[in-house]
């Protein structure tokens, strides 16, 4: 019997974010090519535009209603569809705001090409986190990584930006190999890739017989490792660090969270969604993941001095509180899940925008000592850092207490307070970083005022300015006397990026009722 397929209006439409970010991306690059050098600062107000459209008509989608998949069930446009894509715009968005001053500073001249290829790098992640077939998911998590691999390299000149890209494509391309065999093994399985044929083959076939079993969890063990790279968990984070410290700050930002936004939802579909049936297969094995990304995270940043690769660290330890909301296996888990992943958003960006405004070249200028006397020069810049780094440990009247007090919960009503008791113990060990970023900006030594700091200062005004393509332990009292001890200017949109997420992370920490019960009715919960 032929397959027979319309492709239908309503089909497009559920397809709406996607084809405008895609459109917007075009005409970028098209405009990029007819504005004089002076003009292309402004291709980042057509970029935001179209990520305003494109989550207007995820709203649209949203109200309209209807059949919740299209293209024969490859997308899907439920409740956790639409949450996941507005998190991810939101993202972008943010990203996009901090972008343009650190783009001036850095020397970068290909403005068009970098806002088409976020933008390209987004629709991605809305393909990914849309996706109900084994298939799209694949072709998702490629649309939105291929782009990443050369931004992270975008910068000139610059080595350690280059290592950075080549690190993510060779590792990307390593973990893809993994999910990709796993999807197959899981076709060979069920004789399906859409996720509803998935569940009810399984579903029907229970308990899974011998010959049934090993083939099956093999190919979920595979899309699992394949899917824990892109979310940086232990032990599939190595490339982490590296990359994010590598690469241009607002492409870390964006990768940061949208990333795992896509990357967490598309494993919530296969593992909750396709694979429910067989939770007590798989959830040993997403529960180890947890515990050890909540501890190896925290203990590995604990170590750092350098705040870019702390905050590398941090964002693995957070992936490690989101996958306690797939391992506990329920709706209220995924509900936990998204909620924390917005509020992920907010505090995460805002911290790596604080960052690229510290920083003075790309994977430089962001150690420790570059935030000593921070609030008595900009008090401003630091008083907003200080709100990201109490979000991101959880205390009280911020959204990230709130976020962790959504997974937590959600992992003690289903059984699982081990989840939960780990999970405090990382937060509290998280303490001692973030609060160390605080202690420099507020009570340690201005380096001005360090003697050190003024001798080097004497020995430049003999010797002129030093490069600062190259940081080490012998040059950063040099550095520190030259750019430290400056007010570091702060672009306009990166001023508005960081004001509205502090504004977010108090407000949504002080009343965070109507997004949590966002989440909860994504999932479909009452």
Known sequence: MAFTYTITAGDWGHIAPQLTLLG?????????????????????????????????????????????????????????????????LGATALALLIAPGYIERQGIHQQGEYYALVLLAATG???????????????????????????????PGQQIAQESGMKYFLLSSFASGFLLYGMALVYGATGATGLTQIHAFVASHMPLDSSLAPLLLVGVVLIVVGLAFKVSAIP????????????????????????????????????VVALGPITSQWQPLLIALAILTMLGGNLLAATQTNVKRMLAYSSIAHAGYLLIGIAVGTNLGLAAMIFYLAAYGIMNIGAFGVVQVIERSVGFGTELDRFRGLGARQPWLAGAMTVFLLALAGIP?????????????????????????????????????????????????????????????????????????VE???????????????????????????????????????????????????????
């Open 24 to 88: 917007v991306a075009l005409l970028v690059m098209v405009i990029d090519t007819m504005l004089p050098a002076r003009l292309r600062g402004g291709l980042v107000i057509i970029a935001l535009l179209g990520v305003l459209s494109a989550a207007a008509s995820a709203l649209l989608v949203a109200q309209l209603g209807g059949a919740p998949s299209a293209f024969f069930g490859m997308i899907t446009s439920d409740g956790l569809a639409i949450f996941s894509m507005l998190v991810i």
């Open 236 to 271: 599939f984070h190595a490339w982490t660090p590296d990359v994010y410290q590598g690469a241009p700050t607002p492409v870390t930002a964006l990768m940061s969270v949208g990333t795992k936004t896509a990357a967490l939802v598309a494993l919530a579909r296969i593992l």
């Open 397 to 469: 009247g911020t959204v990230g207490f709130v976020a962790k007090y959504a997974v937590f919960s959600a992992a003690v009503l289903a059984s699982h307070p081990e989840l939960t008791i780990v999970g405090v113990i990382a937060s509290m060990i998280s303490f001692y970083y973030y609060l160390r970023i605080i202690w420099a900006m507020y009570f340690e030594l201005n380096p001005e005022g360090d003697p050190a700091t003024q001798g080097a200062r004497a020995a430049l005004g003999a010797q002129g300015t030093p490069p600062l393509m």
């Open 472 to 526: 080490s332990s012998g040059q950063s009292a040099v550095i520190a006397a030259k750019s430290v001890s400056m007010r570091q200017p702060i672009a306009l949109g990166a001023m508005l990026s960081l004001g509205l997420a502090v504004l977010a992370t108090i407000i949504l920490g002080i009343l965070p009722g109507p997004l949590f019960e966002l989440a909860r009715q994504a999932v479909g919960l009452p």
């Open 125 to 155: 992640m809305l393909l990914m986190s849309t996706a109900s077939n084994l298939m799209m998911i694949f072709l998702g998590l490629e649309l939105l990584s291929l782009p990443l691999y050369v931004l992270c390299a975008f910068v």
